[in-house]
């Protein structure tokens, strides 16, 4: 079947250290998106990409990088000049740009500081 | 800019209970709509989408339909089960530039008790 898988599920940073968390998808997407969800909050985007090779911030982009190497992967780096990195991360994708087309997301990854 | 206003959880109901959920939201052009719902410790699944006025999305037995004077993408169940207990995101994407982007709001979460 396909789909979009992320991992780990639960991720540990210590103070100062970079992490990065794995996307990859099975369905033939040119768009992808990652996106944070803390408590009440809903989701919120962090960076998205169109077409490899290409990314754009969103919304919160400071304390994260992402690279599109190849169509199905978009890992996404959390820095540690993200001060406050603890949320539920969801990557999406979608078949192309138009507004009908809906996202498809993944699992999450859950990142905690020690 | 976008933004999409849902009503504030948690929302309790006992079993066959009547649902809705309130979503309305405020947007340039004619977006189109969507409700995901995620279960706990998962990600979003799309529900259902209605990508013009009068347009009604269905799936599940959830139904929602597309108003654009009162600018409302409610979210309607006429009879509710345990299992339908998750949080239910409305969101917009707009045309024109950044089209696949989807704007959501805060979440609603449904607690639904035998």
């Known amino acids: 079947d396909g789909g979009i898988t992320q991992s780990p599920k639960y991720l540990f940073r210590k103070e100062g250290q970079n992490v990065t968390l794995s996307c990859e998808q099975n369905?033939?997407?040119?768009?992808m998106y990652w996106y944070r969800q803390d408590p009440g909050q809903g989701l919120r985007l962090i960076y998205y990409s169109q077409i490899v090779n290409d990314f754009q911030k969103g919304d919160i982009a400071e304390g994260y990088s992402v690279s599109r190497e190849k169509k199905e992967s978009f890992p996404l780096t959390v820095t540690s000049a993200q001060k406050n990195p603890t949320a539920f991360y969801l990557c999406a994708s979608s078949i192309g740009v138009a507004p009908g087309q809906p996202q498809h997301f993944g699992d999450g990854t859950r990142l905690s500081i020690l | 800019g976008n933004s999409v206003t849902q009503m504030e959880g948690p929302v309790t109901l006992s079993e066959e209970a009547f649902l809705t959920i309130n979503c309305t939201y405020t947007?340039?052009?004619?977006?189109?709509l969507f409700w995901y719902v995620q279960y706990p410790g998962e990600g979003l699944q799309l529900l259902l989408k209605?990508?013009?006025?009068?347009d009604k999305g269905s799936n599940k037995g959830f139904e929602a339909t597309y108003r654009k004077e009162t600018t409302s993408f409610h979210l309607e169940k006429g009879s509710v089960q345990v299992s339908d207990s998750a949080v239910y995101f409305c969101?917009?994407?707009?045309?024109?530039?950044?089209?696949?982007?989807?704007?959501f709001g805060k979440g609603t979460k449904l607690s639904v008790i035998p």
């Open positions: 209605a990508t013009k006025a009068d």
């Open positions: 969101a917009l994407a707009s045309p024109g530039a950044g089209s696949y982007q989807l704007t």
């Open positions: 947007a340039t052009g004619y977006p189109s």
């Open positions: 369905l033939n997407h040119d768009a």
